[in-house]
């Protein structure tokens, strides 16, 4: 009985064991099951309308002028007065420094004396020739007479009723005379050599004059344009030595705007400018309207510029603008067909937007950046591309997670 009872007891004990199991697994709660649904992100977006729209970038640079002048001194003098100051306005001719002009008028002085003394030599020597050809005539006859008088000597002398003396003198004088003809003769035919080295002197001493008078004019520098004075570099009283500067001044109606013009815009301003299609530059400075044309694009690139520098003539504005003022103005290039503005936050790197298909989901679109454009009060970029089809939405908010196939739900427009 106790043998049984010790077998009995253990398959009880499992028994009553798995009994409770089963009322126990019998008795759990239910869970439901759960159903993981996919996040959607919420985004802007607008509709893909490509068109025709001209590109606009924003530039910054400087004014500068083409037509600058630093005025120097012709001359050695002192400041006699300065009749302008910085930021005057000039018109042409006026008087900007007057120089002390007292050895000027006392050179001009020296060099009118010059010319006065080559003047008369000339006339000395137009006088002595005229002398000359009015005397030979009369020396050339003296001269048959000494000779006549020689031959009848001679013969008187063969005769023995003449002295050996009066032979002599005759002969004498004979000889004076054609010495006196030579003479005549050498000062006639050297007349036009001398006159051309007498009317060379006249010419240096009328050089030197002028030379004089315009050193005297130049101790009155005056301004080479309508322009307005930068600098005035010296005061009353000051010595000045030849090519010392004096003042800067700028001439008004060339001042311009010389700008880094982005690489690429290059091609379409290249192409502009050979189709002749203008190319201006507008903007606001100090509340007032700048405007501007390009006249040239810079001939060389400095290295790490990133583009090249264009230079534009400010044709509104010039009158207050002052030179080396920084500005930015905004240059309109022509219309480009197949382009479409969108925001910068549509943009992924340099090249990438993305389009969201009709299951809600992102497609990347590689897309060529043409430009800029001012648009409803923001800069905008032109974007072009031939997978951006018209009725597309494209992604206008910057998501840091946007990959392909990203789920996305448009809740407003851009």
């Known amino acids: 009985m106790n043998r049984l009872r010790r077998l009995i007891l253990p398959v009880l004990i499992i028994a009553v064991a798995i009994a409770v199991f089963m009322a126990l697994k019998a008795t759990k709660p239910h869970s439901k099951d759960v159903e993981i ?31 600058y002048s630093v005025l120097t001194a012709a001359l050695t003098a002192d400041v006699k007065q300065v009749h302008v100051i910085e930021g005057s306005q000039v018109k042409t001719q006026d008087l900007l420094v007057e120089l002390d002009d007292q050895d000027a008028r006392l050179d001009l002085i020296q060099a009118q004396a010059d010319v006065t003394r080559a003047q008369a030599a000339i006339a000395v020597q137009e006088s002595r020739h005229q002398a000359d050809l009015e005397t030979l005539p009369n020396e050339r006859r003296l001269h048959k007479l000494v000779q006549a008088e020689v031959t009848r000597l001679l013969d008187l002398k063969r005769k023995q009723v003449s002295s050996q003396s009066a032979l002599d003198i005759a002969r004498q004088n004979a000889a004076r005379q054609s010495i006196s003809i030579a ?41 080479p344009f309508d322009g307005r004075v930068v600098k005035v570099l010296v005061a009353q009283g000051h010595r000045v030595n030849v090519g010392a500067p004096l003042l800067d001044v700028f001439e008004n109606t060339s001042l311009m ?12 301003v290249r192409r502009a400018r050979v189709e002749e299609k203008p190319l201006v530059v507008a903007g606001k400075v100090d509340g007032k309207e700048v405007k501007g044309h390009l006249i040239s694009l810079g001939a060389e690139v ?35 067909a197949g382009v479409m503005p969108v925001p910068f936050e549509a943009l992924y790197g340099s090249d990438k937007v993305y389009v969201i298909d009709e299951q809600q989901r992102l497609r990347p679109v590689l897309v060529e950046r043409v430009g800029e454009i001012w648009l409803n009060g ?17 992604l206008v908010t910057q998501l840091p997670n946007a990959v392909e196939s990203l789920l996305v739900e448009v809740v407003a427009g851009g």
């Open 183 to 223: 003479r005549i003769e050498e000062s006639i035919r050297t007349h036009e050599s001398k006159m051309l080295e007498l009317q060379a002197t006249l010419e240096r001493a009328r050089a030197a004059l002028e030379k004089s008078r315009l050193q005297l004019d130049r101790t009155k520098v005056r301004a």
């Open 37 to 67: 649904q996919e996040k959607s992100w919420p985004v802007a977006a607008i509709p893909v309308e490509t068109g025709e729209w001209p590109t606009n970038t924003l530039l910054y640079g400087v004014v500068d002028a083409l037509r």
């Open 302 to 336: 400095r290295q790490g510029s990133g583009g090249v520098e264009a230079l534009f003539q400010i044709d509104s504005g010039w009158n207050w603008l002052q030179k080396g003022r920084v500005m930015q103005l905004r240059l309109t290039l022509p219309q480009q």
């Open 378 to 394: 923001k800069n905008q970029v032109l974007i072009r591309s031939p997978q951006l089809k018209s009725g597309q939405q494209l």
């Open 257 to 268: 705007f010389r700008a880094m013009l982005p690489a690429i815009y290059v091609p379409q």
